[in-house]
Nanobody, 125 residues
Framework: HVQLVESGGESVQAGESLRLSCEISLYIYSSYCMGWFRQAPGKEREGVARIATGSGNTYYADSVKGRFTISQDNAKNTVHLQMNSLKPEDTAMYYC???????????????????WGQGTQVTVS
C-alpha cells in the first residue's frame, strides 16, 4: 500500500518562505511522477508543480513559476516543494500525489494521479 505523508505547512507572512515535504512509504514503480497540488476553500484542486523522479524533469504552473521549486531526495524517498515570496493567494491545502512515470509527459491534471497524501495547510497573510 503506497502512502504519502506531507509536512511543512504553517501560517506565514507574505513574502516569507516555506518548504513542504512529501515522503512516499513504498515504491511500486521504478520511477514516479510526483506532483504537488493545492486547493483553496471554494475552489477546485489545481496543479502546482511536478517532477519525474527518474529524469528529474520538472514542470510548474504559471502562477508559481520562478517562486516555487520542486526537488527530490532519493535517499529519503522524499519530494520537496520550496515556496518563496509567498502571497496571500497561495493560501490553500497542499497535497502531494504520485503516479506512474508516464503521467509526467501529460498536462498536470488531478485525475491522472493515483496516490494522494492527506494534505498540509499553508496560510499566507
Amino acid at each position: 500500500h503506497v502512502q504519502l505523508v506531507e509536512s511543512g505547512g504553517e501560517s506565514v507572512q507574505a513574502g516569507e518562505s516555506l518548504r513542504l515535504s512529501c515522503e512516499i512509504s513504498l515504491y511500486i514503480y521504478s520511477s514516479y511522477c510526483m506532483g504537488w497540488f493545492r486547493q483553496a476553500p471554494g475552489k477546485e484542486r489545481e496543479g502546482v508543480a511536478r517532477i519525474a523522479t527518474g529524469s528529474g524533469n520538472t514542470y510548474y504552473a504559471d502562477s508559481v513559476k520562478g517562486r516555487f521549486t520542486i526537488s527530490q531526495d532519493n535517499a529519503k524517498n522524499t519530494v520537496h516543494l520550496q515556496m518563496n515570496s509567498l502571497k496571500p493567494e497561495d493560501t490553500a491545502m497542499y497535497y502531494c500525489a504520485a503516479a506512474g512515470h508516464d503521467v509526467c509527459f501529460a498536462k498536470l491534471s488531478v485525475r491522472d494521479f493515483t496516490y494522494w497524501g492527506q494534505g498540509t495547510q499553508v496560510t499566507v497573510s
